[in-house]
């Protein structure tokens, strides 16, 4: 499984997380539709985590750029050796669901603000402006990766363990 942090797909710092080999072999040896299913749930919890901790580094003030953060959970694709076994999920700015933003009267005021539309501005920076929040993406991945990957693991365990009580799997 691969996690994916970046701004708005301009830059991007691959993650693997590698599990115990119980816990990979137990995923492995269970149907196709059954594990991607505990894996997305899995990996969509370690994205939250990073989310937050993104949406933690920009001030308060800055309503609109907290709300420009979001994440989103691609399907898993062939990768390691062709067998599905690589799930993409991306967290950073203007990423994951749009909202309906209301367009905004411009009458006689200056811009608009931070929003999805123009957060990259702030993150990336311009030709005539340097960037508020240089590297948010790598800082609140380096700062969250263990929380991440134990809150992945967490869930992936407590899926096993519901499944196996509701009897939907057989652990030998």
Avoid: C
């Avoid at 062939?78 to 909202?99: E, F, L, N, T």
């Avoid at 340097?130 to 609140?140: D, G, H, I, S, V």
């Amino acid at each position: 499984m691969a996690g994916r942090a970046g701004t708005a797909g301009k830059t991007w710092t691959p993650v693997e997380l590698i599990g115990d080999k119980q816990l990979t072999a137990i995923l492995e040896s269970l149907p196709k539709a059954m594990a991607r299913k505990i894996a997305r749930k899995a990996v969509r919890e370690g994205l939250k985590v990073i989310h937050k901790k993104m949406k933690s580094m920009i001030p308060s003030y800055f309503k609109g750029a907290r709300r420009a953060i979001g994440y989103s959970l691609k399907k898993s694709f062939g990768g390691v050796s062709g067998g599905g076994k690589v799930m993409q999920g991306r967290v950073g700015a203007g990423v994951g669901r749009k909202r309906g933003d209301s367009k905004k009267s411009r009458s006689g005021k200056r811009g608009v603000g931070i929003s999805s539309a123009n957060i990259h501005w702030f993150v990336m920076g311009t030709k005539h402006m340097q960037p508020k929040w240089p590297n948010l993406a790598e800082r609140a991945l380096s700062a969250s990766q263990k929380e991440a990957t134990a809150a992945t693991f967490k869930v992936m365990r407590m899926e096993l363990i519901k499944r196996w009580k509701s009897g939907g799997l057989a652990i030998t």
